[in-house]
């Protein structure tokens, strides 16, 4: 596996050239093939990334619309609820003016509404999306945070689900609460052009320099079963490069 590593200075700096580098890769690919998936990501430094890019929208003057954003993986929660990765995204959206990106959210939780059918019906609209792009890798950019424990979207170490060839998979024991969510598998993750994998602060030092080794095996950093067909970035900061002694 052939991971890149960029060091920043610290998170806002992250933040900043991640999203940059979103935006250049939306820019290419809607000018070679008028239409651009990525691929976002919750947690900390996900959030502030897609956020930034919220805010970079009205200064790049394409048809957003033209845009799809879909979310590695999803609490399974309400619409409304803070745990949803997507709420401060589609919060942002609301205050910018059209064209804004197409959004791809997986459902709320509701009585009728179980986590299976959650899953399978994000898991069509994922298929959906590959169908009209079958010569092409379906996504330009994967966005992941990186876990404390090497852990990305939902598939979390040791778990059957890291071998899963399943497109999208319902996760109802995350060990990281909420406990119920709707998670890409890594096989789908990996229809990428590019993988940036994110990395801020010391809790993710030593996942990172796990990552970062030849040595090891998905099944204990589920990070490390995702390469994108381009390439493949760790993106972080000085405190998760290289940990305390910063
Ligand atoms: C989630 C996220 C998860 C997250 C990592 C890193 O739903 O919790 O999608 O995969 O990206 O846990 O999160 P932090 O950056 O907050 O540590």
Known sequence: MDVQLRVLPDAQQ???????????SIVGELESYGRADVVLTGGGVGTAVALRLVDLIPQTLVDWTNVHLWWGDERFVPYASADRNDLPVVSALRDIPPPR???????ESSIDFPLADASSAYQTDIEDMFALKPD??????VLLGL???????????GRP?????????????????????VSMSLATLRKACQVWILASGTEKHQALERLMSDETHPTDIPARGVQGIDST????DTQAAYGASQ
């Open 14 to 24: 992250l933040v900043d050239a991640v999203a940059a580098g979103v935006v250049s």
């Open 101 to 107: 990106p197409t959004l791809h959210r997986v459902g």
């Open 136 to 141: 092409r890798p379906p996504f330009v950019v």
């Open 147 to 157: 876990g404390p424990d090497g852990h990305v979207a939902s598939i979390f170490p």
């Open 161 to 181: 689900s890291i071998e899963s060839s399943m497109t999208c998979l319902p996760v109802s024991d995350s060990p990281k609460p909420p406990a119920n969510r």
């Open 233 to 236: 970035i760790v993106w972080a």
